[in-house]
């Protein structure tokens, strides 16, 4: 289990560094990669560009997705990797601090797995993570 | 001569009956100096009828009845025709009918043959010149004698007299008939008055084109006032001699549309360049047919819309301005939603993860300062949060339904008591309270309302909150009564203004941004909010939703 990536896409340090800390507080050991924008996280997710050259078998088990994202937004991410064959079924939580509707209307349209909103609160935040963590890495039983 | 004159004064009473004065003439001809008379006269075209006959022997009546209205052609040879062409009297005192055969139509020769005329005088109507036509006297009874000069005399006489009132009979008759064609002209005349005086006063511009040329005919005050120019400058002119030539070609489209059409055509908003700058008319335009179902006019009436026009145009400006206002307030929202809370989670985080691992080496000052840190962040966060519900509140589509105010104030209860699982709470909702209002924004609405009464009731023994209906000056109104800390009457102005608060946030904590809400959906729903209350003795916020119902 542990050996499965978790990839971030996460433009804001600061949300990197708690993001990470709130992993590790929720004893989520797996490794994490991390996107810091869009175009980045596409050319990981299809081994491209910088990711070229990436073991096949490094395939995220989880995407965590923010939405504000520069070059290639969020749910521009979200619809490529729902378009491809080999990605189509891959986990994609967004996590974001928006509360507008209408990103969770189109986050669900083009098939988020979950939509979670970053709490002020980092003790929520942990929880939020901690709860993340626990479904999609250990009893969600993943696509073979 | 005495029955003469008789019969030349009853000529001047007959002159206003034409055919009677004839039969007058010929009746007492026959009668004065006998036997049978006949009348003929000139018409129009040139022929000779006989317009009238009398005679004193009703055995040959019908004989001669046959004569009357049968014209004498020019062309025929007749007695009749020489006299009117002499000017001068026929007398035959003994007439050899077979002598004068050649000279008689043949159909007045078998006429007097069986008749048997024996003596005869034609007398030549004439007045000032112009032979009318001729007076003919016939004699046949046996026995009588044939006429002498005296008859030639009276005849002739009598025919002179009778030119002179047939003469006056179609003089008056003319002038009786112009006097007709006078008056007909008058009420035609008055008529058209009318007619113009109602155009003219017409409030819209009126006017009429000539079929063929579209050239104006017509013309009112409107029109004239409108076009700014005065209608002598119009008549006779076309649309390209007074508008731009787009304006005119545009113009004269609608015309032929019309007049072929052969239907009213309307032109709801059609823009017009006047003396006095660009005006927007509302036109109609109706073809004028004559009998044969040909077009031979165009009627325009033309209603100046410029001001409705100029209004609709600001509107659209505003509402463009208001949409762009609406849209740039979005993006602001989803900027503050989002970008704004970023920072926050850093200060909140790093918070914590400063007391995660370095809390031991800091004293109580230092670790109560980092919780200071901490839920400054979190108020802050939720400031943020109530004013994005705030303006969500100002954008979202007022979306009324009928729905059951008790359910939704229910259900907002059970929300906060979920949230404080320990609080007890007498809680008195009336049931079936039946609104029409939009059921989202009502709830937010209710949650702020409920959630004050809830908050402000924290530090009460046993708490009380009731919702119910009560008539009020602006009609039935909800209320919503609790028996918490209440407030001071003096500020309920500020009750309702964003980020106001009448209780500190060491008392009761709070954004200040919810009765702000409340008032901005319950203002959305065309209702009214207000309170009373006074320190210690609870609140009550009474509100309405501007439906039939409530209003």
Redesign the interface.
């Given at each position: 289990m542990t050996d499965r990536v978790i990839l971030l896409v996460e433009d804001n340090e600061n949300d990197e560094v708690l993001t990470l800390r709130a992993l590790k507080k929720s004893n989520i050991v797996n490794r994490v990669v991390v996107a810091r924008d869009g175009a980045e996280a596409l050319d990981y997710v299809f081994a491209r560009g910088t990711y070229a050259n990436r073991p096949p078998g490094d395939v995220p088990q989880v995407i965590l997705l923010d939405l504000k994202l520069p070059k290639v937004d969020g749910l521009e991410v979200l619809r490529a990797i729902r378009a491809d064959e080999r990605t189509r079924l891959l986990p994609v939580v967004v996590l974001t601090s928006s509360v507008e509707e209408q990103d969770l209307i189109k986050s669900y349209g083009l098939g988020a797995n979950s939509y979670v909103r970053k709490p002020v609160d980092f003790n929520q935040f942990v929880e939020a993570v901690r709860q993340l963590g626990l479904y999609w890495l250990v009893i969600n039983q993943p696509v073979p | 001569m005495r029955l003469v004159s008789g019969a030349v004064s009853a000529f001047a009473e007959a002159t206003s009956d034409y055919q009677r004065l004839l039969t007058i003439v010929a009746r007492s001809a026959a009668e004065v100096i006998g036997d049978i008379c006949t009348v003929v006269l000139l018409d129009d075209a040139g022929d000779l009828y006989t317009r009238a006959m009398f005679t004193t022997d009703p055995s040959i009546e019908a004989l001669l009845t046959s004569l009357v209205d049968v014209p004498i052609r020019a062309a025929e040879p007749s007695i009749a025709w020489n006299v009117m062409a002499s000017g001068q009297a026929a007398f035959v005192p003994k007439l050899d009918l077979e002598a004068v055969r050649g000279r008689m139509a043949p159909r007045n020769y078998e006429l007097f043959r069986a008749v048997g005329v024996h003596s005869l005088i034609v007398a030549p109507m004439r007045v000032r010149g112009t032979a009318l036509g001729v007076v003919a006297m016939w004699r046949h009874l046996p026995g009588r004698d044939a006429y002498d000069d005296l008859d030639l005399e009276l005849t002739q006489d009598l025919a002179n007299h009778a030119a002179l009132a047939i003469s006056n009979a179609r003089l008056v008759e003319a002038l009786r008939h112009s006097e007709q064609v006078k008056s007909a002209e008058q009420a035609a005349v008055r008529a058209n008055q009318f007619l113009d005086a109602i155009v003219e006063h017409i409030p819209d511009m009126v006017f009429v084109k000539d079929a063929n040329r579209l050239a104006f005919t017509r013309f009112n005050r409107a029109g004239e006032l409108l076009l700014g120019v005065p209608r002598a400058a119009l008549i006779g002119k076309t649309d390209y001699d007074l508008f731009p030539a787009d304006e005119a070609a545009f113009f004269q489209a609608k015309d032929r549309e019309t007049l072929s059409a052969k239907q009213l055509v309307e032109i709801a908003e059609e823009p017009i360049q006047t003396q006095q700058g660009k005006r927007w008319l509302h036109t109609k335009k109706v073809p004028i047919l004559d009998d044969d179902g040909t077009p031979v006019y165009l009627l325009g009436i033309s209603h100046d819309i410029t001001a409705r026009k100029l209004a609709d145009e600001e509107l659209r400006a505003a509402k463009e301005q208001a949409e762009q206002a609406s849209k740039e307030l979005e993006t602001f929202?989803?900027s503050v939603?989002?970008?704004l809370?970023?920072?926050?989670?850093?200060i909140?985080?790093?918070?914590?993860?400063l007391l995660d691992d370095y809390g031991d080496r800091l004293d109580e000052v230092g670790l109560d300062y980092l919780a200071r840190v901490?839920k400054l962040?979190?108020h802050m966060?939720e400031l943020i949060?109530d004013l994005?519900a705030l303006s969500r509140v100002t954008r979202a589509e007022l979306a009324r339904e009928r729905v059951e105010l008790s359910a939704l104030a229910r259900a907002a209860a059970a929300r906060l008591q979920r949230l404080e699982p320990d609080r007890q709470i007498d809680l008195v909702i009336e049931p079936g309270l039946m609104v029409d209002a939009d059921s989202r924004l009502l709830s937010i609405a209710l949650d702020n309302l409920l959630g004050n009464a809830w908050k402000f009731t924290s530090k009460v023994a046993a708490a009380r909150i009731e919702l119910g209906t009560e008539v009020t000056a602006s009609g039935r109104a909800f209320f919503i009564r609790d028996n918490g800390a209440g407030f001071d009457i003096q500020y309920v102005h500020k009750l309702f203004g964003v980020f106001q608060r009448l209780h500190s946030a060491t008392e009761f904590p709070g954004t200040g941004i919810g009765l702000a809400t409340v008032a901005r959906i319950i203002h959305r729903h065309r209702g009214r909010v207000w309170a009373e209350g006074a320190p210690g003795q609870g609140a009550t916020f009474y509100f309405t939703l501007g439906d039939p119902e409530t209003a």
């Open positions: - | 929202s989803y939603a989002h970008d809370r970023a920072p926050l989670r850093g909140d985080g790093f918070s914590q993860a901490r962040a979190q966060a949060d994005l």
